[in-house]
């Protein structure tokens, strides 16, 4: 039970290139989440997915698009990179939402846009 | 909106030490909030959560309580070892519209000196 992983782990971009990140499950989560982390930011709720083939956006959704084709996997586009964007993203899921919507996080890619 | 807030940022003690790490909320229309534990460089690890209906929940050496009217929660380690060097974070799950959406403390950056 690999739990949640996330491909790739680093990843450097120059400015304007497009990469996916993407991140699968193995739980059998209902739900998948993006965050981002900054330093004195904490973490950001990118983009959500409540279930396969939908998707919402969360606290910080500008620059990012999502996809959920398949329930196990959420993958995270950037199709326009900017130095903004420079961010160590995490993925998550949860089996659940609400009060027992306890969440699982992968390991995080470490992007840097030049 | 919801803000998160861990004091204090930082916190050093000698190995076998008991310690209390704080976290509070703003809003306490939650449903649950969560305790993580991040290595640097890693995910986050989660240890512990609690119903907005629970007053605590352990595991192991870990403690966490739930004051929800006041908002506030704390994460008691007993014998603290070094290997729980580590940052903490707490993040509370909203109830009602948003509750996918964790809101994040900052974080205590925990060192336990041998």
């Keep these: ?114 | 909106k919801q803000e998160v807030t861990q004091i204090p940022a930082a916190l050093s003690v000698p190995e076998g030490e008991n310690l209390v790490l704080n976290c509070s909320f703003t809003d306490s229309a939650i449903y649950n909030l969560q305790w993580f534990r991040q290595d640097p460089g890693k995910g986050l690890t989660s240890l512990l959560l609690i119903q907005s209906s629970q007053r605590e929940q352990t595991s192991g050496r870990l403690n966490a309580s739930l004051d929800k009217s006041s908002g506030r929660s704390t994460l008691y380690i007993a014998a603290s070892q070094p290997g729980d060097s580590a940052t903490y974070l707490c993040a509370v799950t909203p109830s009602g519209a948003g509750s996918y959406q964790l809101t994040f403390g900052k974080g205590t950056k925990l060192s336990v000196i041998p």
């Excluded at chain 1, 690999?2 to 450097?12: D, E």
């Excluded at chain 1, 995490?90 to 992007?111: I, K």
């Design chain 1, 1 to 114: 039970n690999a739990g949640v992983t996330q491909t790739p782990k680093f990843r450097v971009l120059k400015t304007g290139q497009s990469m996916t990140l993407l991140c699968a499950q193995d739980m059998n989560h209902e739900y998948m989440y993006w965050y981002r982390q900054d330093p004195g930011m904490g973490l950001r709720l990118i983009h959500y997915s409540v279930g396969e083939g939908t998707t919402a956006k969360g606290e910080v959704p500008d620059g990012y698009n999502v996809s959920r084709l398949k329930k196990q996997n959420f993958l995270l586009g950037l199709e326009s990179a900017a130095p903004s964007q420079t961010s160590v993203y995490f993925c998550a899921s949860s089996l659940s939402s609400g009060g027992w919507g306890e969440q699982f996080f992968g390991p995080g890619t470490r992007l840097t846009v030049l």
